[in-house]
C-alpha cells in the first residue's frame, strides 16, 4: 500500500516502478480513501497500542493506493524493499530509506505475513479483482 503522504508526494509511480522493476507482479491495484472501519480492521493488530488513534486518523486522510503483489517470496522481498518501519532505521535503496524520515509518514505498508497478506487481501478486495496473467519476463526471472 502506497499510504496517503506517498500519494500526496507523488511516490506512486516510483514505488510501483521498484516492485515492477524487482520482477515481483501486480496482480489488483486501487486508489481509494479507506474508511475508517476497514482501516481499523486492517491495523487491528495496533488497537491497543497508543499512536493507534493517529495511524487510523492518517490512513483515512486521503487516498491510498491498494496493491495485490505476486511472485517468489513476495512478502519478505515487498517488506524489504519498504525497509524498516521507523525511516531513521531504514537502508538507503529502501523506499523508507530514500523518501521518509518519520515512522508516522513512512509512505508505504507490506503485510508482515502469509497470514497477515492473506487477511489483508481479503479486507481490501474481492478474489475476482485479483487479475491472472503472466509477465513475459518470467522466464528470465526464475531458474
Ligand atoms: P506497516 O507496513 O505500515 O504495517 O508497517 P510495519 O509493519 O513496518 O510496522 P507496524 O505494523 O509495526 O506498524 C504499523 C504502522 O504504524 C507503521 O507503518 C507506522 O506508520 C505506525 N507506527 C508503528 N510504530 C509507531 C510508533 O511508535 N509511533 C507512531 N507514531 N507510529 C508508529
Ligand atoms: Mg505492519
Do not use: W
Request: hydrophobic share 45%; charged share 25%.
Amino acid at each position: 500500500m502506497v499510504k496517503p503522504d506517498g500519494v500526496q508526494r507523488g511516490l506512486v509511480g516510483e514505488v510501483i516502478s521498484r516492485i515492477e522493476k524487482r520482477g515481483l507482479k501486480i496482480v489488483a491495484l486501487r486508489m481509494n480513501v479507506i474508511a475508517e472501519a476497514t482501516a481499523k480492521e486492517h491495523y487491528g493488530e495496533h488497537a491497543a497500542r497508543p499512536f493507534f488513534p493517529s495511524l487510523i486518523e492518517f490512513i483515512t486522510s486521503g487516498p491510498s493506493v491498494s496493491m495485490v503483489v505476486a511472485g517468489k517470496d513476495a512478502i519478505k522481498v515487498m517488506r524489504a524493499i519498504n525497509g524498516a518501519t521507523n525511516p531513521v532505521d531504514a537502508a538507503p535503496g529502501t523506499i523508507r530509506g530514500d523518501f521518509a524520515l518519520d515512522v508516522g509518514r513512512n509512505v508505504v505498508h507490506a503485510s508482515d505475513s502469509p497470514e497477515a497478506a492473506a487477511r489483508e487481501i481479503a479486507i481490501h478486495f474481492k478474489d475476482s479483482e485479483i487479475g491472472k496473467y503472466s509477465r513475459v519476463d518470467e522466464v528470465c526471472l526464475y531458474e
